[in-house]
């Protein structure tokens, strides 16, 4: 079991980091960030697939996705110095507070 929440913190962070180069790679202009987009979505989903062997697709693909969703927001304020609004840190808390919940189940 532990071995599916390794592979499924690998996936949560080459998935943001992935994300993050695909800003960076500026639509795909640049070519070096680009070639890190496909290597970071590779990573993310072959390691995606060894935690769904673990741990089941409901409570991977949750946390997946929410701490994906919550990592690539604060890349994007602390690397591309974007902004959160009130609503969009409401919705951050609710993204992790639903995770948590199923994770409890």
Same mark, same amino acid.
């Given at each position: 079991?532990?071995? @599916? &929440?390794? %592979?499924?913190?690998?996936?949560? /962070? +080459?998935? =943001? =980091? =992935?994300?993050? !180069? /695909?800003? #960076? +790679?500026?639509? %795909?202009?640049?070519?070096?960030? @680009?070639?890190?987009?496909?290597?970071? &979505?590779?990573? #993310? %989903?072959? !390691?995606? +697939? /060894?935690?769904?062997? %673990?741990?089941? /697709? *409901?409570? +991977? &693909?949750?946390?997946? *996705?929410?701490?994906?969703?919550?990592?690539? =927001?604060?890349?994007?304020?602390?690397?591309?110095?974007?902004?959160?609004?009130?609503?969009?840190?409401?919705?951050?808390?609710?993204?992790?507070?639903?995770?948590?919940?199923?994770?409890?189940?």
């Amino acid at each position: 079991m532990m071995a @599916g &929440y390794i %592979f499924l913190l690998i996936a949560i /962070l +080459s998935e =943001a =980091a =992935a994300a993050a !180069m /695909l800003k #960076a +790679s500026d639509g %795909f202009a640049r070519w070096q960030p @680009g070639i890190l987009v496909v290597m970071g &979505y590779g990573l #993310a %989903f072959y !390691m995606m +697939s /060894l935690t769904l062997k %673990f741990i089941p /697709l *409901s409570l +991977s &693909y949750a946390t997946w *996705s929410g701490a994906g969703t919550v990592l690539t =927001a604060i890349i994007g304020v602390m690397w591309f110095k974007e902004k959160l609004s009130r609503r969009a840190i409401a919705g951050i808390i609710c993204l992790v507070s639903g995770v948590v919940l199923i994770n409890l189940t």
